[in-house]
């Protein structure tokens, strides 16, 4: 299994702001997938980052609000830019397992924008 | 409407009751089905998965696949306080190349003592 250490782990932050959230992965990997969970909502993928290449984004997710640096195969960053209040979540980093569909999930980060 | 629909809860029952959680879903591609229990300020973490349709028995739990009737379930048997958390189902149209899963909002239970 994956190892996935996530900072910070919770922040309030002013609105206007950005905040940039660090993803450690203990090996390499070729995926590195970010996820938001808003109270009594689904966990939604973000983006795929993939090292060397453009992170991909989904449907509802733009870059200039949520830039994503992958500069290796075991780090990623997630930056939240000009928050507002509807940014408060839980921010995940996951990375893919060995078998099928296995994904391992970072301790999350709880996002408050006041 | 949502592609996959989960009851939210709470659910609270007492220790040693069985417990069902369902989702059911409507994307036909849909072929793998997972179960993550997330703790409290925790990540999620996978507790169990299934190919296509049948059912799959850990221990004290059992999935369920009804791929007929869209429709999946987790049993937990002789539950015990430690299973106390949030069940989240999850979905997937393919296997590896990436994990794009689709998550149903997830099911809290407490069990009490």
């Known amino acids: 299994s994956a190892v996935i250490s996530q900072k910070p782990s919770r922040d309030i932050c002013q609105r206007g702001t950005s905040l940039t959230i660090q993803c450690q992965v203990d090996s390499q990997v070729t995926m590195m997938f970010w996820y938001r969970q808003q109270p009594g909502q689904s966990l939604t993928l973000i983006a795929t980052?993939?090292?060397?290449?453009?992170?991909?984004?989904e449907s509802g997710f733009v870059i200039d609000k949520f830039p994503i640096s992958r500069p290796n195969l075991t780090f990623s960053t997630l930056t939240v830019s000009n928050m507002s209040p509807e940014d408060s979540s839980i921010y995940l980093c996951s990375v893919e397992g060995r078998s099928v569909t296995e994904a391992f999930f970072g301790q999350g980060t709880r996002l408050t924008v006041v | 409407q949502k592609e996959v629909e989960q009851d939210p809860g709470p659910l609270s029952v007492p220790e040693g009751a069985i417990v069902s959680l369902n989702c059911t879903y409507s994307?036909?591609?849909?072929?793998?089905f997972m179960w993550y229990r997330q703790y409290s300020r925790k990540g999620p973490e996978l507790l169990m998965y299934t190919y296509s349709s049948g059912n799959k028995e850990d221990g004290r739990f059992t999935a369920q696949v009804d791929k007929s009737s869209k429709y999946i379930s987790l049993f937990i048997r002789d539950s015990q306080p430690s299973d106390s958390a949030t069940y989240l189902c999850?979905?997937?149209?393919?296997?590896?190349?990436?994990?794009?899963?689709?998550f149903g909002t997830g099911t809290q239970l407490k069990v009490e003592l």
């Open positions: 994307n036909s591609a849909f072929q793998y």
């Open positions: 980052a993939n090292q060397g290449s453009e992170a991909t984004y």
């Open positions: 999850a979905m997937s149209g393919r296997a590896g190349g990436g994990n794009k899963l689709t």
